[in-house]
């Protein structure tokens, strides 16, 4: 029995036995994805977010750092979300903070992607020493905190994007590996690996064109699920006060809200609104991804 | 026997944060706002005038002994500033892991009953609502609804203030204020267990001894409740154990909102006056739980599943 067994989003979703269909037939996933009610909200909602994320100049009323109106004023026409107690646009600012908040999930989901990917497909295929080694180091930090983890390192660094990222990302790898590892694993025997490998294909070859792309279904579902994890730990941080003083995101703006929770209600629930409707988009995407797969 | 690997490497994850950080490494393990005495003092103890390599011995002595490093801010040693505050978060975590179980269980065999049945799709649509909401935005909005709004409970700390109160009047006080607290961090659990209940009984409900029971003509009710659940929860408590670290996360978060005297205050507090120290002994602290949790679960899981034993 290992010392942490899988966490419950693999528990939970990884599609177990999905992974000894060949590529082929389960080149539709994606329409499969869509068709599913889940899938289709999943959809919606990273789009409106995505959008908002990108055409946030264009939407935004104000500039969000710049005082634009009496301090926390209710929600109105001239400000939908009201303004916060200097006076800011906070409609802007929850557009704008989307940037920020995207911009760490995606970068923590890249990261993450190739540490856990890589770790994944070399300890699955090659087996062995090396894959008790990488296991164990797998499992040392799957046991880490990372909220606090993070929080120590910041404390210790400073604040700042590029830290969060990293920090982030060096320690949300684990459970992809894990999955990665595992599918790899029956992978490997299967015929189309062995005869690649019979055909003189490299190491590297099988590992990027035989392997890859069969895990990628599940490591997407995965990657979907840590998006959202992280938007809540950016979130959490910047609750915190941790966040980068220098951009605006969601979690600083819910932040700000905790000392105006009596008086300006319209702080703390569209920042945190806005954060929901990400994660929650990301989660179903993931949810409807790891049906189709698994043929429910 | 795993564990030692693990103890050593989170012991080294700290050693590493403490001598990559920008500036003295003293400060980490002392605190700002020392003077030069005490600096010398804490150096000479944690051997930092030496090679590195006796430096990491010297630091898995002091952490083997409970020595954290000293708190300048609180004028003690960090491991005891911490201890003092973990009951009211053992408290806060303690309540708020038997709501999730008690809430999560029943509304886990609901779904199950007809998946994909309109009862089944609402709780699983509302679980995945919860799950996706940050915990800080779930405490502020039970706030203004139910605390400032209906003024059904207090919104803050962990007595009246001026409250003098002994005796069952003073749990009656603590009580009302650890509801809400506990339910909001619960509500992130309940939504995590909900689906594994959800999921493992619909897997279970398959399987062959499910059928003979029901050829038996034993009642539905019993067919969920004696045959098809314990072997349900298996996975259940593996994930209760394993997320240990999401709950203390948690409730750090849930006591900030909340003025909940515990270790998650004492986090904001150390971030607000820079004390190194006890962050870092919080980050130990934290991991050995966690440590801990997965040891328990996995001792459980064997006593209770006669198919996994320790080799």
Not at chain 2, 175 to 192: D, G, K, N
Not at chain 2, 279 to 307: C, E, H, K
Request: aromatic share 8%; glycine share 10%; with cysteine.
């Amino acid at each position: 029995m290992p010392l942490s067994t899988p966490e419950f989003a693999s528990a939970d979703l990884a599609p177990a036995g999905s992974a000894h269909e060949p590529l082929s037939t389960r080149r539709s996933s994606f329409a499969t994805t869509v068709s599913l009610p889940s899938g289709r909200a999943g959809l919606i909602l990273t789009g409106l977010t995505l959008a908002v994320t990108i055409l946030a100049p264009a939407l935004a009323t104000a500039d969000p750092f710049a005082l634009s109106g009496p301090p926390l004023v209710a929600p109105s026409l001239v400000h939908p979300m009201g303004t916060d107690a200097l006076g800011r646009d906070l409609f802007s600012g929850v557009l704008y903070g989307a940037r920020t908040s995207l911009f760490v999930a995606s970068a923590v989901t890249m990261l993450t992607f190739i540490c856990g990917a890589g770790i994944g497909l070399i300890a699955g295929y090659r087996g062995g020493v090396l894959d008790d080694l990488l296991m164990r180091v797998t499992e040392m930090f799957q046991v880490l905190p990372r909220f606090f983890l993070v929080i120590v390192a910041i404390a210790l660094f400073g604040a700042g994007l590029d830290r969060i990222v990293l920090a982030l990302g060096l320690t949300s790898w684990p459970v992809l590996a894990r999955v990665v590892r595992a599918e790899v694993f029956s992978l490997r025997r299967i015929e189309f690996v062995r005869a690649a490998e019979s055909s003189g294909a490299s190491g590297v070859h099988v590992l990027w064109h035989e392997l890859l792309p069969n895990v990628m279904p599940s490591v997407a579902v995965m990657l979907g699920l840590l998006f959202g994890q992280v938007l809540l730990v950016e979130a959490s941080l910047g609750f915190l006060g941790l966040g980068d003083p220098n951009a605006l995101s969601w979690g600083v703006l819910a932040g700000q809200a905790q000392g105006f929770l009596r008086v300006a209600w319209w702080l703390a629930f569209f920042p945190g609104l806005a954060i929901t409707v990400a994660v929650l988009g990301s989660n179903l995407l993931a949810d409807a991804l790891a049906a189709s797969l698994s043929g429910r | 026997m795993q564990l030692v690997p693990t103890v050593a490497g989170i012991v080294l994850v700290g050693f590493l944060l403490i001598h990559l950080a920008p500036g003295d490494p003293v400060l980490a393990l002392a605190g700002e706002h020392g003077d030069a005495q005490y600096y010398s003092f804490m150096r000479q103890r944690f051997g930092l005038d030496e090679p590195l390599p006796q430096q990491l011995a010297t630091y898995f002595r002091r952490v083997a002994v409970g020595d954290l490093g000293f708190s300048y801010v609180h004028g003690r040693a960090t491991l005891q500033v911490i201890m003092e505050r973990a009951p009211a978060t053992l408290l806060l975590t303690g309540t708020a892991l038997v709501f999730a179980v008690l809430f999560a269980i029943p509304l886990g065999i609901l779904a199950a009953r007809r998946p994909h049945g309109a009862r089944d799709i609402g709780i699983s649509a509302l679980a995945l609502g919860f799950y996706s909401a940050p915990i800080f935005w779930l405490g502020q909005l039970s706030i203004l609804v139910i605390a400032l709004h209906l003024g059904l409970l207090p919104v803050h700390g962990m007595t009246s203030p001026g409250s003098a109160a002994a005796g069952m009047s003073h749990v009656s006080d603590v009580m009302r204020h650890l509801a809400l607290p506990a339910l909001v961090l619960a509500s992130h659990e309940i939504t995590v267990l909900v689906r594994l209940t959800r999921s493992g009984l619909i897997d279970e409900l398959t399987r062959d001894h499910i059928r003979t029971a029901r050829a038996k003509g034993v009642r539905e009710r019993l067919v969920m409740l004696h045959h098809a659940l314990p072997r349900a929860l298996l996975p259940v408590l593996t994930v209760v154990g394993n997320r240990a670290g999401h709950m203390l996360a948690g409730a750090a978060i849930v006591e900030i909102v909340f003025g909940w005297p515990g270790m998650g205050r004492l986090l904001l507090t150390s971030l607000q006056t820079r004390d190194a120290p006890i962050l870092l002994g919080l980050f130990f602290v934290v991991s050995f739980t966690v440590i801990l949790f997965n040891l328990v679960t996995d001792l459980l899981y064997a006593a209770i599943d006669p198919r996994v034993r320790f080799r």
